[in-house]
Structure formats: structure tokens, C-alpha cells
Antibody, heavy 120, light 108 residues
Framework: EVLLVESGGALVQPGRSLRLSCSVSGFNFDEYAMSWVRQAPGKGLQWVGFIRSNKGYGGTVEYDASVKGRFIISRDDSKNIAYLQMTSLRAEDTGVYFCTRTFMGRYDYWGRGTLVTVSS | SSELTQPPSVSVSPGQTARITCSGD??????AYWYQQRPGQAPVLLIYEDTERSSGIPDRFSGSTSETSVTLTISGVQAEDEADYYCLSANSIGTSWVFGGGTKLTVL
């Protein structure tokens, strides 16, 4: 069974940092890209970024313009974990953060999400 | 990345056909993907590469394309189809992806 579990969400003050984790099981993690998608309260889905597989794709990353330079996506294939390191957090970064298994635009498995609240 | 435009809401009666469009400059040159999200749940992949139905998705869900947009069609709408629907596509080199604003489907 494919399972993705996000963790690390919390209430954090503006300007601070937070790291989210996405632990996966049930598939060969190192063969897939992993994406992060967020959803502000009562709003739509927003693509945050993704990290390619290290196998043949160099583990390169892409980011939405709204988070580029503040967020870093990484992966540890030995632990089957993807990370989202968030710095200089803003109120508009508040929302539920989902990780997804990715093949092109096929986000076929999702976690349940973890809530990040940026507020003083 | 370019924007994708969806109608904010669509309403249909049970058994009728619902059509949700998604338009954008990169469509249909770039593939579109459709997701369903019920309240409090993670999104579910319905359609990939414009017209391909994801595994386990009922055949009443289908995707199509036209010159400047893509469409998700739900035939014989059921009460359980009431949800938010999002399209997703990329720029021409796959380095930036964007979701449409979402469409709330109401089953009357």
C-alpha cells in the first residue's frame, strides 16, 4: 500500500523557519519525483515545487515564483523522506501542505497534509 | 507560469451532465490534468494527459480538448460528485506548474 505522511506543521511567527517532512512507503521512492502543493484556508490548490528523482534526473528542483529563494525542497532516498525547508515565512504561507508522488503532472498519491500557520 | 481559468461554480441536477472548462495560453499545447477534492480530503487524480482516466476512476469522468481549452465532463452526475475540481498544467519546458482556480460542483 502506498502511503505518504506529512509532518512538521506548526504555528510559527513571521520571519521564522520551519521544515516539513514527507515520509513514504509502498513504492520505490528513489524512482519518483516528489511535489509539494499547498492550500490556504478556504482557497484553491497552489503548486509549490518539486524535486526530480536522483536516478537519471539529478534530483534537480523547481519552485513557484512565490517561494523561490525562501523554500528548499530536498530528499533523502536512504530514508524515503522528502523535505520542504521554509524560511522567511509570511502570513500568506499559511495553509495545509501536501506532498505528492509525481510523474509529470500525475500526482497520483497524496498525503493528508500538515497545517502551517504563520502568525504573531 | 501562465494562468489557468476555471468557472468558480457549476450546478447540475443528479443524472445530468456537468462540464467544467479550463482555459489558458499553454492549453492544449501542454497536457492538462484534473483533480477532485472533497471537503477535508486530499485531492484525487481523475484525468491525466488531457483524456486518460486514472486508475479506479469511474468512466462517467472524461476529459477532452479544444483549440484553447480543456474540459472535464461528468456524465450522469451523482450526489457523491459534489466537490471542488482543479485543472493543472505546466509551462512548455515543465519547470513551472499551475493549478486553475478551482470549480465548485454543486449537485442540486
Amino acid at each position: 500500500e502506498v502511503l505518504l505522511v506529512e509532518s512538521g506543521g506548526a504555528l510559527v511567527q513571521p520571519g521564522r523557519s520551519l521544515r516539513l517532512s514527507c515520509s513514504v512507503s509502498g513504492f520505490n521512492f528513489d524512482e519518483y519525483a516528489m511535489s509539494w502543493v499547498r492550500q490556504a484556508p478556504g482557497k484553491g490548490l497552489q503548486w509549490v515545487g518539486f524535486i526530480r528523482s536522483n536516478k537519471g534526473y539529478g534530483g534537480t528542483v523547481e519552485y513557484d515564483a512565490s517561494v523561490k529563494g525562501r523554500f528548499i525542497i530536498s530528499r533523502d532516498d536512504s530514508k524515503n523522506i522528502a523535505y520542504l525547508q521554509m524560511t522567511s515565512l509570511r502570513a500568506e504561507d499559511t495553509g495545509v501542505y501536501f506532498c505528492t508522488r509525481t510523474f509529470m503532472g500525475r500526482y497520483d498519491y497524496w498525503g493528508r497534509g500538515t497545517l502551517v500557520t504563520v502568525s504573531s | 507560469s501562465s494562468e489557468l481559468t476555471q468557472p468558480p461554480s457549476v450546478s447540475v441536477s443528479p443524472g445530468q451532465t456537468a462540464r467544467i472548462t479550463c482555459s489558458g495560453d499553454t492549453l492544449p499545447k501542454e497536457y492538462a490534468y484534473w483533480y477532485q477534492q472533497r471537503p477535508g480530503q486530499a485531492p484525487v487524480l481523475l484525468i491525466y494527459e488531457d483524456t486518460e482516466r486514472s486508475s479506479g476512476i469511474p468512466d462517467r469522468f472524461s476529459g477532452s480538448t479544444s483549440e484553447t481549452s480543456v474540459t472535464l465532463t461528468i456524465s450522469g452526475v451523482q450526489a457523491e460528485d459534489e466537490a471542488d475540481y482543479y485543472c493543472l498544467s505546466a509551462n512548455s519546458i515543465g519547470t513551472s506548474w499551475v493549478f486553475g482556480g478551482g470549480t465548485k460542483l454543486t449537485v442540486l
